[in-house]
């Protein structure tokens, strides 16, 4: 019999602690809704669940750790989102506590799906020393989802579509590195123009309808993301010129 496996979903921050802030954009709350999103993604894949926090509350880091631990979680992904002073700065990044361990084979795995999936900057794996990676008993990573600070980032987290994006990169990531074969993935077909995340994504499939190369024949565009991000690399190699 195949192992069944307990993931441990951590949505960083939560209750007075916002986490980063930019405007009406608060880390918590964002980190929260992809947290749900990934679990109930792994959850249809047949891996156990369990999540640090399911609502805005404030839970101390020791809490988090100690959660995992006593419920002898596998596996420990945490969610955020990144900030800066430079409000350029953009793109995605997983850490480890350590270079060589297991932890930092499944960030390269996550940090690669995230990639791809979502043509966002490549900012690596890298080790840190953060609480909830060097407390655990389990292989833990922390994934930086994007930058709130930068407003076009910012923006896109907190769009049900971009969400669903990054927790389905993660799963799919997840479950190939388990050996797990999964089918069950939330995956979104974006109807309308305002469907898709904002940003590079829709205004992307935004100038193809101008242009006529993308049209509605039934009323409804019917793209999966894979497709949209496609047409976004083409559109920077400027092949719709």
Not at 3 to 24: E, F, L, S, T
């Amino acid at each position: 019999m195949a192992k069944k496996y307990k993931i441990c979903i951590d949505a960083g921050h939560g209750g007075i602690d916002a986490g980063a802030v930019n405007g009406n954009y608060y880390e918590k709350e964002a980190a929260l809704m992809i947290a749900c999103k990934l679990g109930k993604a792994l959850a249809l894949a047949g891996v156990e669940v369990i999540y640090t926090r399911k609502d805005d509350s404030n839970i101390e880091l020791e809490e988090r750790t100690t959660f995992a631990n006593k419920n002898a979680a596998d596996y420990f992904i945490s969610i955020h989102l990144n900030a800066a002073t430079n409000k350029q700065a953009n793109g995605i990044e997983t850490f480890a506590y350590s270079e060589g361990s297991t932890a930092y084979k499944l960030a390269g795995a996550v940090q690669k799906e995230l990639i791809s999936a979502t043509g966002a900057t490549d900012r690596k794996v890298k080790t840190a020393n953060f609480y909830v990676l060097r407390k655990t008993a389990m292989p833990a990573i922390l994934v930086e989802t994007g930058f709130i600070s930068n407003d076009v980032e910012a923006k896109a987290l907190f769009t049900d579509g971009y969400q669903t994006i990054i927790a389905n990169a993660i799963v799919k990531a997840v479950l190939n590195f388990l050996g797990i074969e999964g089918d069950k993935l939330m995956v979104k077909r974006y109807n309308y123009l305002l469907e898709i995340p904002a940003g590079e994504f829709r205004d992307t499939i935004k100038e193809l309808m101008e242009k006529g190369i993308i049209n509605q024949p039934d009323g409804k565009l019917d793209l999966g993301y894979d497709m949209i991000r496609t047409f976004v690399i083409n559109r920077r190699a400027g092949l719709y010129e």
